[in-house]
């Protein structure tokens, strides 16, 4: 059964500091992963995704995420924080086999400090 | 385009009343689904569609009610709200499963008293 896992549920960092969120997944299958953000009061947005394509996917607002099949993680980087970033962002796996299954993580909650 | 638009935004029920939340999408996408997000729990799913007339449970179904009537439009319903109930739910809708990313609504903020 898939999983995914989100190391953190909250994350803080300085403006201009790196940023990473962690993931890590289970899947049975090749899977396809996201991250979405969440600003305060809105719906989720697509940041990335990766496809089975190149294993380090960029994104919007210069996020971007490598898919490590040995360690079964996802992480979302950015090398520069920026006040504007902070939001709850969304790990989530897709499991191509046997029809529709998305399945997202808990969250983790970044905050940027100026 | 509007994308993916919820009514209503905000919604105070009473312990067993009624109520229907409305998703529209334009983008003319075959799937759509109802999750509902409580603090520390991510996003939960609640039912989806592949396609008009179709509705499957997700992961937490019990107490809600679920059309597909139209291609476009995807009707959440609570038939007797209970305080657990209280949450954010969101619409979504997809082209497909798998590979497609998902467009989500704004979402609805429900409180049960």
């Known amino acids: 059964a898939q999983s995914v896992t989100q190391l953190g549920s909250h994350v803080s960092v300085s403006e201009g500091a790196l940023v990473l969120l962690r993931c890590n997944y289970s899947?049975?299958?090749?899977?396809?992963l996201f991250w979405y953000v969440q600003y305060p009061n809105q719906g989720l947005q697509l940041l990335l995704k990766?496809?089975?394509?190149a294993t380090l996917v960029k994104g919007i607002n210069g996020f971007e995420a490598e898919f490590k099949k040995s360690e079964t993680s996802f992480h979302l980087t950015k090398p520069s924080a920026h006040m504007s970033d902070a939001a709850e962002y969304f790990c989530?796996?897709?499991?191509w086999g046997g029809g529709f299954k998305t399945i997202f993580g808990a969250g983790t909650r970044l905050f940027v400090k100026a | 385009n509007a994308g993916v638009t919820q009514t209503p935004k905000f919604r105070v029920l009473k312990t067993g009343q009624s109520m229907t939340l409305l998703c529209a999408q334009d983008?003319?996408?075959?799937?759509m689904y109802w999750y509902r997000q409580d603090p520390g729990m991510g996003l939960r799913l609640i039912h989806y569609?592949?396609?008009?007339?179709?509705?499957a449970k997700g992961e937490v179904p019990d107490g809600y009610n679920v059309s597909r009537l139209k291609k476009q439009n995807f009707l959440l319903g609570l038939e007797s709200a209970a305080p657990s109930q209280t949450s954010v739910y969101f619409c979504?809708?997809?082209?497909?499963?798998?590979?497609?990313?998902?467009?989500f609504g704004p979402g609805t903020r429900l409180t049960v008293l």
């Open positions: 979504a809708s997809s082209y497909s499963s798998g590979i497609n990313q998902q467009f």
């Open positions: 983008m003319n996408h075959e799937y």
């Open positions: 569609s592949v396609g008009e007339g179709t509705t």
């Open positions: 899947s049975s299958v090749p899977p396809y």
């Open positions: 990766y496809t089975s394509a």
């Open positions: 989530a796996v897709s499991d």
